[in-house]
């Protein structure tokens, strides 16, 4: 893999947009690119993870609706709806996903809840403590966690992307 061209794109942040500057990676052996997202981005959407992440977590928690939660982060109510919608239908796979992750980095496994995007939450909560805990590792937040896990893809349709790999064991495993 070396490093290749790249392309502009926007980001949103407290309302505020923002033009970024995103990488390819051109890999000689298959003669393909890849976008090299940041952390901080979310593929295919225009906020931060950030954003998305305290969205989530308020309407998830109880302690407010979309439409406060929205505004209060200065986004659109339709486009906070959606995330959680998309959220919701991955939350199975993600508590499972976070959790093995939890473990597999030496941390305890978490206890989910019924709810799966409660068990979502915990569980990539539970993740980012067991990172955290280890020598060496980045001390990023939990979002920027998720998302460099992923690929940037945990609200995407389709969440066969290139997941994290921990010793021999990648991640995201498959869902029984």
């Known amino acids: 893999m070396e490093f290749w ?15 970024i500057w995103v990488r ?15 952390a ?27 439409r406060p939660a929205a505004a209060a982060l200065g986004v659109p109510h339709t486009t906070a709806r959606g995330w959680l919608r998309r959220f919701s ?3 199975r796979r993600l508590a499972v996903a976070f959790a093995a ?15 799966p995007c409660v068990a979502a939450l915990a569980a990539i909560a539970s993740a980012w403590r ?4 280890l020598p060496g ?23 066969n992307a290139p997941w994290l790999i921990v010793g021999k064991r990648r991640f995201m495993p498959p869902v029984p």
């Open 5 to 19: 061209w790249g392309y502009h794109r926007f980001v949103r942040d407290t309302g505020r947009s923002l033009r």
């Open 24 to 38: 390819r990676g051109h890999c000689t052996g298959c003669e393909t690119t890849h976008a090299l997202l940041p």
């Open 40 to 66: 901080f981005v979310v593929r295919k959407r225009l906020d931060t993870v950030e954003t998305i992440g305290a969205v989530i977590e308020g309407v998830t928690a109880g302690s407010s609706g979309v």
């Open 89 to 91: 239908a991955n939350a």
């Open 101 to 115: 992750l939890a473990v597999e980095l030496g941390g305890d496994a978490p206890t989910l809840s019924a709810d």
């Open 130 to 133: 067991a990172a955290s805990a």
């Open 137 to 159: 590792w980045l001390a990023v937040d939990q979002w920027r966690l998720c998302t460099s896990v992923c690929g940037g893809s945990f609200l995407a349709t389709n969440t």
